[in-house]
């Protein structure tokens, strides 16, 4: 059975690592191709969009994909938008990955807001420490806040024309430990932590960090992601994909 994997996720490449060696799928991964150096996958992996939905579709009829597994982040709405239709018209079935959100806990100080615009208004109209992980796509925004010191950490350098002027790039790729995720916000003296609402372990710490120096965060909420089938770990993905392969076989 031919499967196609949407990626660009810790969950994805778990998934991949648990597919590269079952016999019963042949599985693609893809990329959307943000990363220059992504890192290396146990199995093919095609990298860019496809041209949106019609590009979906033509790429799921041209190379016979049985069924898709969308293992997005939850901030990249679009893509499963189109995994949704694409799917939909080529009558592929399709299952999404669904990491689920962090839970405000007893000691957090969140502000949660609806969107990064919102999130720099948020950090107010006095100069303050800005610790900002969010991705390189977002951090124009913040160049609307100027009175602010920014320190935002990236794997890839931002592109965009307009940045905040008072910013400070971290180069580093997670996942960070609770001690080091203290100590780097100790060391910067931060006052307030710009994050979206990601989920997972890999870059929980720093929430759990913000906890401990009773920091606030402004979260971003999650927008409103189109789903197929949920499934909530590698594990169950490849539990759903063995269910429609005996569907398939059995001819249901
Ligand atoms: P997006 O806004 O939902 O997607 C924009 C376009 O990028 C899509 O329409 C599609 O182009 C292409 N695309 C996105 N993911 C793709 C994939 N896995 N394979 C092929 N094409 C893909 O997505 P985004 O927020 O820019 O995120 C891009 C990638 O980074 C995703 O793979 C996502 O999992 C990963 N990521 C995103 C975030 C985040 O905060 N947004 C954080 C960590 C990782 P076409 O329409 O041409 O097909």
Known sequence: ???????????????????ADDSRFETTLSLAGRTSAPRAQPIATRVGGFGGIDGQVRYLRDHGVDAVIDATHPYAAQISAHAVAASAAAGVALASLVRPPW???EGDRWHEVVSTHDAALRLG?????????????D??????????????????TPQQAELPADLVLLHQRGP???????????????????????GGEATYPKIAAA???ALPVVMIARPDKPVGHIVT??????????????SSRRGV
């Open 211 to 213: 906890r401990a120096l």
């Open 233 to 246: 770990s590698a594990e169950e993905a490849v539990d759903w994909l063995a269910h429609v392969r005996s």
């Open 125 to 137: 109209d006095a100069p303050r420490r800005v610790f900002l992980s969010l991705g390189r796509q």
């Open 139 to 156: 951090l124009h925004v913040f160049a609307t806040a100027p009175q602010h010191h920014y320190i935002a950490r990236l794997i890839e």
């Open 176 to 198: 960070f430990d609770l001690e080091a995720e203290g100590r780097l916000l100790v060391d910067e003296r931060i006052e307030v932590i710009v994050s979206k609402n990601s």
């Open 103 to 105: 839970q405000c806990q």
């Open 1 to 19: 059975m031919r499967v196609l994997i949407l990626g660009g996720t810790t969950e994805a490449s778990a998934l991949a690592r648990l597919l």
